[in-house]
């Protein structure tokens, strides 16, 4: 991997472009329009988060994958991200004994990488201000987006001051809550829906051990999966790791039956009992932190002629548990910076042809999300989809041409994610009709079963 | 059926109620609540339609059923609107050749009602102001809910005075654009989709006759059915027929398409002979009538704590094609006073129950809408489809305990939604293992068909 700033040529300005969002993503497609030569005017509702912000490693993390590789390097900032970046080689999962079993998430040397958002977004910001052909405004939210006169109404969070503002191009990458996606939404004929699941979150601390150290494995996404619930951590650089608690809001083991310090404690020590003695701020983290909510969001169209396009969560949030929000957000940079290159200034046509390429594939990552959240949660503690998955590993060894594992084609390549999903979904059927066969490794090598693998393999081209 | 206002007795009044929206629904509802001894205050953002409003018989028609009497017959007005609305018994549908085929939709004496949707609206209004514990509020534009302090930003339309408004409980029936289901869109946790056909639908108008008589068949509703798009037409009192095409926005026959007054004339001629001549003003109507949308919106909750409930179309929006959008909300009022009735002001509880009783039949509505949409525009056109309808009347004849049409359980009864759904898919599972043997009606009769039949019956309770 490279990065390859001197592939993107610059052209003519033509015009302001708005760009409604400085998070990641904002950031991001910021900085490949101003490579084409535009100006940009970037807008961002928070302070400068480089001020006063909260202590690296403790906010949120994100896990990078090759297509968020692919979009960083795109802009030359891969190698700067990868310096803050940590490894992790697979997933360790932790049973309720503390016993640990790990599965490496593709071939050797395949890593996806635990990166802070906060950092990230800091070092992102950084490059946005040194580049010439972006102004960055922060403190202003949009209070409302007039699609017919082309206008934001602002308001400086500081000042107090509203102010009207027009746009000539509006890029709507406002997150999940999006303002500019509400205007579109109450136009006609607009498809929207905001889905959320049964079950929130809470972020919790596993504590450096001494000197700075991994209590736990460091290169390794940890899992806790047990069927209704599920406890996740990312390793941090300075010894600790981002915890995510993943919770039904009601039931017996849920946010509802768990009200005191006490009870806290109790259950931690009774299903994540490695875990407890890690956590020593759990019953402060516990009761301090939010608990927040987990949303699929699905919209079209996401363009409004050649004025106004959503991309990232504001045009497709999807739930975490495939580590693909933010990647598939970058990778609409990716995707619209090939659609700069081939168009120039037709914006209308530039839109349009996103929009339709883009819509089917984050359509598929927002389902692939919700179903590796069964598959993390709960299938990923069952003897048989652990042999599942080594026979599938064997399978892809055996005919690498014709079987990439699903993760891997998520993970690990950049294959449109509806293409993605049919193929795992194809594979899934076959290993459907394979593993009655299997009753442990060692059958794979048996004649019967690699007669009918062949046979299988004969149908995939 | 009889007209049951006694039925509701008279309680003590426990603080205000606030309803928005003055439709149909809205109407009802504050009767309802009214019965029940409560003081209501209702507020309607259009003027007073009663004043200068369209001709009678030239607005949107609506087809009343079973769900729908009962609901007005719930507040005793289902005699005043029977005098206005006109029996269809069945479907007339025309051919591309002015052919006509008669498909009755129940048994003998089972009638859907056209009636006009303005007239009603102003005869419910009549009886709501008539009311001695409801207040009704004019051009009443609902800016902003705010849940938390539980205050409404009304904009009084005539004067342009804003003003806040408190309220304790809140009923939002102000339609599918509801202002009140914006606000608890923005609430954590809530469900919600606006999804768009890709047809809009124009309406237009079938002449009186010389004297105001039916230039078509007047007790009937009446299709033409195309395949990719229809017309339907609903008589008015006057000898005229509202009509409505349904038609897509793109594609070869489409409103993109038909951008003349000669184009529309000779794709009207083409498709539709034998109405194209009852239509005069059908050149002026296409290009000055609106073409509008189909929406479906689904959401949840419905209810926010005990102090907001949706009911109607800002609850659960469906397209038109089942003609049960309004009968959907007006049994929402049933539901609603039988759950008044159990837990008197219990306002949580009923609230509560509402949703959950409520949402599953709803959603069913929506599905069964969308499914009859295919069927009227495609399958209705179908040989094999019409025997099939024919043999099942047979079935339903024969077997009277086991076997009721969907459209039957959907229109002629108050058999819960999702129920008819599910029961209505058994029944197409049995048609289609059926109707492989009948090649016409007399086969009914054969040996086999009646085992084969006997057989399904023996399985069902």
């Known amino acids: 991997m490279t990065d390859t700033p001197s592939s993107i040529s610059s052209v003519e300005n033509t015009g302001n472009l708005t760009v409604m969002g400085g998070g990641l993503v904002g950031c991001l497609l910021s900085l490949y329009l101003a490579r084409h030569g535009h100006q940009v005017e970037l807008f961002e509702r928070r302070p400068d988060i480089r001020g006063a912000g909260p202590v690296e490693g403790r906010s949120i993390n994100l896990a990078l994958s090759d297509r968020g590789w692919r979009a960083l390097e795109g802009v030359g900032i891969a190698e700067a991200v990868r310096e803050v970046a940590i490894a992790m080689h697979g997933r360790m999962m932790h049973d309720t004994q503390g016993g640990l079993t790990f599965q490496p998430y593709g071939q050797a040397g395949q890593s996806i990488y635990s990166v802070s958002r906060a950092g990230l977004n800091r070092r992102m910001l950084d490059l946005v201000e040194q580049e010439p052909g972006i102004t960055v405004r922060f403190n202003q939210q949009c209070r409302r987006v007039d699609l017919k006169r082309q206008e934001l ?11 009207v503002v027009p746009y000539q191009r509006l890029f709507g990458v406002d997150g999940a809550y999006s303002a500019v996606r509400s205007a579109l939404q109450r ?84 299903v994540f009992p490695d875990a407890l003695p890690l956590m020593p701020q759990l019953e402060t983290e516990f009761f301090e932190n939010p608990t927040a909510s987990l949303v699929t969001i699905r919209c079209f169209p ?53 929009e339709a390429l883009r819509k089917p594939n984050t359509d598929a990552m927002a389902d692939l999300a ?18 599942q998955k080594k026979i599938e590993s064997k399978i892809s060894a055996q005919y690498p041409e014709k079987w990439l594992p699903l993760y891997s084609q998520v993970t690990f390549s950049s294959l449109p994610y509806a293409e993605a999903w049919a193929n795992g979904q194809a594979q899934e059927r076959i290993m459907q009709r394979l593993m009655p066969h299997i009753q442990q490794e060692e059958d794979y090598q048996r004649p019967e079963v690699q007669q009918l693998l062949a046979q299988e393999m004969a149908h995939r081209s």
């Open 153 to 163: 109404e602002m308001l400086d969070t500081e000042t107090q001051q509203e102010r």
């Open 187 to 270: 136009t006609d004929r607009f498809n929207y829906s905001q889905e959320y699941l049964n079950y929130g979150y809470k972020e919790l601390t596993i504590e450096a051990a001494a000197g700075g150290q991994w209590a736990i494995e460091r290169n390794a996404l940890h899992i806790w999966p047990r069927g209704q619930y599920m406890m996740i951590a990312l390793p941090n650089l300075d010894g600790s790791f981002n915890c995510t608690l993943f919770f039904p809001y009601e039931g017996p083991d849920s946010f509802a039956t768990l009200q005191t310090p006490a009870q806290v404690t109790e259950f931690f020590g009774r």
């Open 302 to 354: 996401w363009a409004e002629q050649d004025h106004v396009l959503l991309l990232g969560d504001a045009a497709h949030a999807i739930v975490p548990f495939y580590g693909q929000g933010m990647n598939a957000g970058f990778e609409d940079c990716t995707i619209l910076n090939e659609l700069l290159h081939q168009h120039g200034h037709d914006w209308g046509r530039i839109f349009q042809e996103f």
């Open 370 to 387: 919700v179903y590796n959240f069964q598959e993390m949660r709960d299938r990923v503690a069952d003897p048989r989809f652990l042999l």
